[in-house]
């Protein structure tokens, strides 16, 4: 069946960068539109960006000059970096499907020194 | 960006009732295809955003059809009839058919 998790730090100090993978199994990330989506306090639900099965890549505006979205589909991962973090990043981060069939559990990251 | 406002924020409902929840869009969901890509969600406690209603009224695989999503342009809905204890949670909408994609900020669903 299909399953995704996410994997990261649970911990970033400020203005470092983000890594979270994304591992799917149960079908092909060249099938599949990929998206990232965060939950903060402060804004709720965000989308972030997405990858196309074809592999060129949407942004949020929000977050475009410090984020990027990539994958691996021979390791079935789909993989987000954002760098120059800010407290107000704190949140959980989460990869879907497009359009949002299927979620991850979510990987909770705090920006704190 | 399109700012999607729902409403209420939060509701009480007895088991078996029915709910209404509303959200509009500050600009019209119709694509460019002629598709209107609303969706719903619910957010259990602890748990992800499950798809519930995609493109304003269909229900995603396995979603009873006590859900019904309708609206169009620039207003939608989301109904639930005969609630369960399993429907409770926060409902959101999102859209997907202009960048940014955006969501709601919920409706919290709680027993009465």
């Known amino acids: 069946q299909v399953q995704l998790k996410e994997t990261g730090p649970g911990l970033v100090q400020p203005t470092q960068t983000l890594s979270i993978t994304c591992t799917v199994s149960?079908?092909?990330?060249?099938?599949?539109?990929m998206q990232w989506v965060r939950q903060t306090p402060g804004k709720g639900l965000e989308w972030m960006g997405f990858?196309?099965?074809?592999?060129?890549?949407e942004y949020n505006s929000e977050f475009k000059s410090r984020l990027s979205i990539s994958r691996d589909t021979s390791k079935n991962q789909v993989f987000l970096k954002m760098n120059s973090l800010k407290t107000e990043d704190t949140g959980v981060y989460y990869c879907?499907?497009?359009?949002?069939?299927?979620w991850g559990q979510g990987v909770m990251v705090t920006v704190s020194s | 960006d399109v700012v999607m406002t729902q409403t209420p924020v939060s509701m009480s409902v007895s088991l078996g009732g029915q709910v209404s929840i509303s959200c509009r869009s500050s600009q019209s969901l119709v694509h460019n295809n002629g598709n209107t890509y609303l969706s719903w969600y619910i957010q259990k406690p602890s748990q992800s955003p499950q798809l519930l209603i995609y493109?304003?009224?269909n229900r995603f695989s396995g979603i009873s059809d006590r859900f019904s999503g309708s609206g169009s342009g620039t207003d939608f809905t989301l109904k639930i009839s005969r609630v369960e204890p399993d429907d409770l949670g926060v409902y959101y909408c999102?859209?997907?058919?202009?960048?940014?994609?955006?969501f709601g900020a919920g409706t919290k669903l709680e027993l009465k």
């Open positions: 493109k304003v009224s």
């Open positions: 990858i196309r099965s074809g592999g060129s890549t």
């Open positions: 999102g859209q997907g058919t202009q960048y940014p994609y955006t």
């Open positions: 879907a499907t497009h359009p949002g069939n299927y």
């Open positions: 149960g079908f092909s990330l060249t099938s599949y539109y």
